[in-house]
């Protein structure tokens, strides 16, 4: 599909240049869903939306005209009303179906992706994701060659790129300030309730296998494209996991038996040389400035970034400390980092990222997390699992279309 697809949505003359507005029609399906409503509809698209659409090079704005899709009509039109919308239906065939629809957004529960998002490849549409972009990599490659058979754009969504603390993080990489980078460890997670004296702050379905659900496949696809792009193409993993709290209770208060993995250790081995430690767990209590963060040892300094903040320690200010533990500790360990400052606005990740899509849709301008960046993070979750099951480090061989 190509941008004569477009509709003008609206021409208005200021006085000095014709500004024309390309409504460009997209699907929301899953938006019910806790990243579907806030991340993708609220924080992105309506966002786009106030701001007065996404401007491109040439003078004229791209307008995000939504179709809300989901299973439940008194939800969608509970929130379309919310929000002003008109146009929702429970009909994804129907959606699929029109011509003034370019691009099907997919944010519903993992295992349901593959399925729809096959069924808007036929229809010649280009499609934006949540990760993971399938279940398991031969599904994610077979999407990704289904597409480019297609001539359809494909992205998938990768915000932890856009974090503030990661993009400051990226700064200090370009701008060489680590030397040569030795190793990154990372520690993402935060206590989920099990769902009985307090509801859990996570769908039920992250718990059960059989529903896709489990921490390796849910943030492996993550960890491979911030190594990937900042440190280096990951070469292998070793992984152990854990479901540490076996039994939880569920939305409606009904226990059922936790059967995913609901915490990862993970080693990864990066090109380059980089060694990198992840863990990943939904049953840690926060000791840490913010729920993710990275600390990054270099040669010639280190880096502790977490969502919004940075912090360096170079090696000309680096201190001695000295092992004694007969006395107490004597530094203060953590004022002995500067902060990285802002130097510019960080917009929120996932409207930035939706607008870098709905420019290369409209313009073909580069795209670089299409679906076999995707297929390359479902396969590194794979093989993570396959390694905690085989007790091994798995080599990760390079995926190409
Ligand atoms: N990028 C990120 O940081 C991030 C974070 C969390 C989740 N995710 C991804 O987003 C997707 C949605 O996760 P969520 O946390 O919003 O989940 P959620 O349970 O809150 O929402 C799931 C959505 O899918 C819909 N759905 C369609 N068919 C369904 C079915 N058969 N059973 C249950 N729900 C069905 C639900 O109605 C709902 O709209 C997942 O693929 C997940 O991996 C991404």
């Known amino acids: 599909m190509q941008e004569s697809a477009y509709l003008i949505g609206a021409s208005a003359y200021d006085g000095r240049t014709l500004m024309t507005r390309r409504s460009i029609g997209i699907i929301v399906n899953g938006v019910t869903g806790r990243m579907g409503y806030r991340q993708h509809l609220v924080r992105s698209l309506l966002a786009i939306r106030s701001a007065g659409g996404v401007p491109l090079a040439d003078g004229t704005t791209v307008w995000p005209h939504l179709v809300l899709v989901g299973r439940s009509e008194a939800k969608l039109r509970e929130i379309a009303e919310r929000h002003g919308l008109d146009d929702w239906t429970t009909d994804l065939s129907a959606a699929l179906a029109r011509d003034d629809i370019q691009i099907y957004f997919d944010a519903q529960v993992t295992q349901q992706r593959e399925k729809a998002i096959r069924q808007a490849i036929e229809a010649g549409k280009h ?13 994610a490659l077979d999407l990704a060659r289904a597409a480019r058979a297609a001539g359809v754009r494909t992205g998938v969504v990768q915000d932890k790129l856009f974090l503030p603390g990661l993009r400051k993080l990226k700064r200090l990489l370009d701008g060489g300030f680590f030397g040569q980078v030795l190793s990154v460890r990372g520690e993402f997670g935060y206590w989920v309730f099990e769902g009985d004296w307090q509801p859990a702050q996570r769908p ?33 993993v070793s992984a152990t996991i854990a479901t540490h709290i076996p039994r939880r209770v569920d939305e409606a208060g009904r226990p059922y038996e936790a059967t995913a993995d609901d915490a990862a250790y993970g080693t990864f081995e990066l090109a380059g040389g980089v060694i990198a430690q992840l863990n990943s767990s939904w049953c840690v209590r926060v000791h840490r400035d913010e729920l993710v963060e990275f600390q990054v040892d270099g040669t010639e300094g280190s880096a502790v970034a977490g969502l919004r903040r940075c912090r360096v320690q170079h090696r000309a200010v680096t201190p001695k400390p000295v092992w004694n533990p007969d006395l107490p500790a004597t530094e203060d360990f953590r004022s002995q980092w500067t902060e990285v400052p802002d130097n510019e606005d960080f917009d929120n990740g996932f409207k930035v990222q939706w607008e870098a899509f709905l420019r290369h ?3 073909g301008e580069p795209f670089p997390w299409d679906f076999l960046a995707g297929a390359r993070g479902v396969q590194l979750a794979e093989l993570g699992l396959l390694s905690a099951r085989e007790g091994r480090r798995v080599e990760v061989p390079e995926l190409a279309l």
Not at 127 to 139: F, G, N
């Open 204 to 236: 039920s379905w992250n718990y059960r296998a059989a529903d896709g659900g489990g921490i390796v496949v849910d943030m492996f696809p993550h960890w491979h494209y911030v190594l990937a792009e900042l440190f280096g193409e990951v070469r292998s």
């Open 361 to 363: 849709v409209a313009t």
């Open 127 to 139: 499609i934006y994701t949540e990760k993971p972009l399938a279940e398991d990599t031969a599904a």
